[in-house]
């Protein structure tokens, strides 16, 4: 293991890698997300940035991560969420808290009343499982961000399927507007 490695940067290249792009590292996700960590290490160890990566710094790199993005399980490795690769990723179904947040701008809010929460550039809406995550989701885009409410039960008897991320996040295909509440500060 290198002492020198940069784990937050290490964990945004392999957020790309198994997020956005695992062909400009000569990946196949399977259905789930997952890919060989031999496979992954062998093709990071082609830059010299990472050339002395190791299975104990992908771990180190997890364990060090303020949030659960990755995870190692039987020498393969997934992103757990924040997918936009063409090829849907399967998440497990769920079923989550009676309520869930999703943290935003105040500039997108006119376009989500209309159409809902839409999964945007990724395969997923991605939902808060508490206020506080919520809002440094919302933070990335706006310094006071909106927080919406899903009522879930509503939504889940209404035909909404929601899907496990990590502990903090969960998934959906979309979230029709009748189901968004914008929570009073
Ligand atoms: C918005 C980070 C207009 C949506 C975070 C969001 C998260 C709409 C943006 C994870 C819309 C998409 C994902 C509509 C949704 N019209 N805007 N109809 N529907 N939007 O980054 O949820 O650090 O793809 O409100 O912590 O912000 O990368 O999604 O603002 O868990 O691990 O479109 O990424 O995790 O933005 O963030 P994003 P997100 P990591």
């Known amino acids: 293991m290198s002492n020198k490695i940069n784990y937050p940067q290490l964990s945004k290249e392999v957020s790309y890698a198994l997020r956005h792009a695992p062909w400009k590292y000569e990946l196949e996700l399977d259905k789930n997300g ?44 997934r992103a757990l969420y924040g997918h936009s690769v063409p090829m849907k990723i399967v998440k497990e179904e769920a079923i989550p808290p009676k309520f869930l947040y999703h943290g935003t701008a105040h500039s997108f809010l006119s376009d989500i009343e209309k159409n809902g929460l839409s999964p945007m550039c990724r395969q997923y809406v991605h939902l808060s499982e508490d206020i506080e995550t919520a809002n440094l989701v919302g933070k990335r885009k706006d310094e006071n961000p909106i927080i919406l409410v899903i009522n879930t039960e509503t939504a889940r008897a209404k035909g909404t399927s929601f899907y496990l991320g990590n502990e903090k996040v969960w998934l959906a295909d979309s979230i029709p507007s009748e189901f968004l509440e914008e929570l009073k500060k």
Request: charged residues 35%.
């Open 34 to 77: 997952w890919v060989s960590v031999d496979q992954l290490l062998q093709a990071f160890h082609q830059s010299t940035e990472w050339q002395n990566v190791e299975l104990d710094d992908l771990k180190v790199m997890i364990e060090k991560s303020e949030k659960k993005r990755h995870e190692i399980k039987e020498n393969s490795i």
